[in-house]
């Protein structure tokens, strides 16, 4: 049975080429919400493996719904994936349940390896976040 990922974000545009590349390149089925709080339900009804989460979200902002999203499925993996920095920003999102920050500007490959590993082996994704959370500079 293929993973189940939630790609929250925005903008259409951009969930739609990340849908895409998932499912292309990974055995998955891609859920999408546009906002924190349509992820909140989305991760409820759909029950994802796993989370994509964007930083600037409408409604309910991305630490918010990372704290809720840990709070309702504590063993879903949140992955923050941006093209915004800030300092702190990597230690505050993992302080309210995300694993990692990935950039947006890196080349897709890099989002789906990653997302491979924590699809197969979740533990060596774990262990591996810290190396792959380069926040955009």
């Known amino acids: 049975m293929p993973s189940g990922i939630l790609i929250v974000d925005d903008h259409e545009l951009v969930r739609r080429a990340l849908k895409t590349i ?3 390149r990974l055995d998955c089925v891609c859920a999408e919400a546009e906002n924190g709080l349509q992820a909140l339900e989305k991760v409820v009804e ?5 989370v994509i ?3 600037a979200m409408p409604v309910l902002d991305v630490l918010s719904a990372a704290r809720l999203i840990s709070a309702v499925s504590a063993d879903v993996p949140i ?4 093209s915004h920095a800030f300092s702190g920003l990597e230690a505050e999102a993992k302080k309210n349940g995300v694993l990692t920050v990935v950039n947006k500007k890196a080349p897709p490959d ?3 390896e ?3 590993t924590l699809l197969e082996e979740p533990e060596r994704a774990h262990a591996s976040g810290r190396r ?3 926040v955009a500079r």
Not at 46 to 50: A, D, E, I, N, V
Not at 79 to 82: G, I, S, V
């Open 46 to 50: 759909f029950k994802p493996k796993l």
């Open 114 to 116: 990653f997302v491979r």
């Open 22 to 24: 998932l499912e292309a």
């Open 79 to 82: 992955l923050l994936y941006t």
């Open 132 to 134: 792959r959370s380069e």
């Open 53 to 55: 989460l964007d930083l």
């Open 110 to 112: 890099e989002l789906v």
